[in-house]
C-alpha cells in the first residue's frame, strides 16, 4: 500500500519534491472568484454577503440565538460533552501556563520601559459545515483566545439545514460571544470590512476549503490571520523498537483527513519499514475512510528508510511537518535534534489523535513546510504588546547629546529639535 523509499540522496528527494508541489497548487480561478466576493462585500456591504449566502448556501444569514446553543448542548450525549468540556480544561489550563504578563522595569540609562499586554479586541473563528464539521477545533480555536482576554468571540459557520450540534456545544463551551450562520468567501468579507450584523474583526482563525482560504489570504492586511493552511500531514520517526501497528495507526490517522494528506515514515529499519507497510493495508481494509486512506498514502505517502536516525532527523527537519511523532528506544534524546515541526510527540503512547483532542497544546499547526518560520496557535496568537517609555528629564538629559548626534546623521533636523528645546535655558 505504501511506497517504500531507500534513501541515496536522490530519491527521498524527489518525494519530497511531490509532497511540496501538492501544496503549493493553487487553483486561479478560485482566486478570480473569491476576489470578485471580497470587492462586492467590501462596496456593498451587507446585501452582498445575502445574496452570495443565498445563491451557495439557499439561506440567509442570521445569527444563532444562546437558547439554540443551550439545547445544542443539551442534546448532545453526556460523554461527548465530559469530553469536550475536559478538553477545554486542559486548552485552557495550557494556554493559562503560556500567557506572558505586562512587565516595566529600569532601564540602564535609569528611565522606565517595558511591555504592555492586551488581548485583542474581537476575533472571528470560521467553523466549516457539513461533513467537516470538528468540535475540537472550535475549542482549540476559541478558548485560548478566551484565555487571552479577547473581548468579543464570534464564530460563523455555513447555514446549513442541520447545524452540528457538536459543534454548537462547543461553542457555548468555549464562551463564544456570537455565533453567526454564514459562510464561504462571503463570511470571510464580512468580517474582514464589517457587514450589516456582521461586525469587523481584528483577526480570523479556524480552516475552510479552498475558497475560505483564499479569502483569507486576501483578507490578511486588513486584517490578522492564524495562517493559510494546507492539507494536514505526520511524520513519524521510528525504529527497529517500534510497534508497526502503532506506526500504521498513527500514519493512516491523518491520511483519512483529505487525498491531499501526507504520510510519512522515517526509519532506519527495512523490517520495520516492510511490516507498517503490511499493517496500513490490514487496517485501511476495516477503516470507514479506506478510499480517501489509499489515495493519500498511494500519491503522497511514503517509507524513506536511511542510513540511521540522524539522517532521519536531517530529512525530517527539512521537511518541517505538521505533526512529528518520534517512535525510538529512547524518544526524549531525539527532542533536542528538531529544529521543525508543528507538533512533536514523543513515544509509542502519545499518538497524534491525542494532541488533536485532549493533550492540551492547540492542534491549529502550520504544515506544507511553514513550521520552518510558523509556529502553533496559542493564547499569544491574540495578544499584542505596547512598549511603554518613561524618562524624566534627569534621565534624559544624558542621552540628548547622542540622540542629537544619530537624529543629524540621519538628516532628520525636527528629530533633534524635539530633544534640544526640552534643554535650552
Known amino acids: 500500500m505504501i511506497s517504500i523509499i531507500q534513501a541515496d540522496g536522490a530519491a527521498e528527494q524527489a518525494q519530497m519534491a511531490a509532497m511540496r508541489a501538492r501544496a503549493a497548487e493553487k487553483n486561479a480561478g478560485i482566486e478570480r472568484s473569491v476576489r470578485a466576493i471580497m470587492q462586492a462585500v467590501k462596496e456593498e456591504g451587507f446585501p452582498a454577503v445575502e445574496r452570495f449566502t443565498r445563491e451557495f448556501d439557499h439561506q440567509a444569514p442570521h445569527e444563532i440565538s444562546p437558547e439554540r446553543l443551550e439545547e445544542a448542548y443539551r442534546a448532545c450525549p453526556r460523554e461527548l460533552i465530559r469530553a469536550l468540556e475536559h478538553a477545554a480544561a486542559n486548552i485552557r489550563d495550557y494556554n493559562e501556563k503560556l500567557l506572558v504578563e505586562t512587565r516595566e522595569w529600569t532601564s540602564p540609562d535609569g528611565g522606565r520601559v517595558g511591555r504592555v499586554v492586551r488581548g485583542l479586541t474581537r476575533v472571528g473563528i470560521y467553523v466549516p459545515g457539513g461533513t467537516a464539521a470538528y468540535p475540537s477545533s472550535v475549542l482549540m480555536n476559541a478558548v485560548p483566545a478566551k484565555v487571552a482576554g479577547v473581548e468579543e468571540l464570534i464564530m460563523v ?102 487525498k491531499l494528506a501526507c504520510a510519512v515514515l522515517l526509519t532506519d529499519s527495512m523490517e520495520l519499514a516492510q ?11 476495516y477503516l470507514e475512510r479506506s478510499e480517501i486512506m489509499e489515495a493519500s498514502v498511494r500519491d503522497f ?6 542510513r540511521n536516525l540522524d539522517q532521519c532527523m536531517e530529512l525530517a527537519n527539512e521537511i518541517a511537518p505538521e505533526h512529528l511523532e518520534i517512535m525510538t528506544q529512547r524518544p526524549r534524546a531525539l527532542l533536542p535534534l528538531v529544529k521543525n515541526a508543528g507538533a512533536v510527540f514523543l513515544g509509542a503512547h502519545s499518538p497524534e489523535p491525542l494532541g488533536d483532542y485532549l493533550a492540551g497544546p492547540d492542534h491549529v499547526l502550520p504544515t506544507s513546510g511553514t513550521a520552518r518560520f510558523f509556529s502553533p496557535l496559542s493564547v499569544s496568537s491574540f495578544l499584542k504588546t505596547m512598549s511603554v517609555i518613561e524618562f524624566e ?32 535655558e
Open 301 to 306: 505517502g511514503c517509507a524513506i528508510v536511511c
Open 157 to 258: 459557520t455555513p447555514p446549513t439545514e442541520n447545524l452540528s450540534d457538536p459543534v454548537l456545544a462547543a461553542a457555548k463551551i468555549a464562551g463564544v460571544n456570537r455565533v453567526i450562520a454564514v459562510g464561504g468567501a462571503q463570511a470571510v468579507a464580512a468580517l474582514t470590512y464589517g457587514a450589516g450584523f456582521i461586525p469587523k474583526v481584528d483577526k480570523l482563525v479556524g480552516p475552510g476549503n479552498a475558497y475560505v482560504a483564499a479569502a483569507k489570504r486576501l483578507a490578511y492586511g486588513s486584517l490578522d490571520i492564524d495562517m493559510v493552511a494546507g492539507p494536514s500531514e505526520v511524520l513519524v520517526i521510528a525504529d527497529q523498537t517500534a510497534n508497526p501497528k502503532y506506526v500504521a495507526a498513527d500514519l493512516l490517522s491523518q491520511a483519512e483527513h483529505d
Open 275 to 285: 511490516a507498517v507497510a503490511g499493517e496500513m493495508t490490514r487496517q485501511t481494509a
Open 393 to 424: 528629564r534627569d534621565s534624559l538629559k544624558p542621552l540628548a547629546p547622542e540622540i542629537i548626534a544619530l537624529a543629524r546623521a540621519e538628516k532628520l533636523t525636527a528629530h533633534s529639535n524635539a530633544i534640544q528645546v526640552r534643554f535650552e
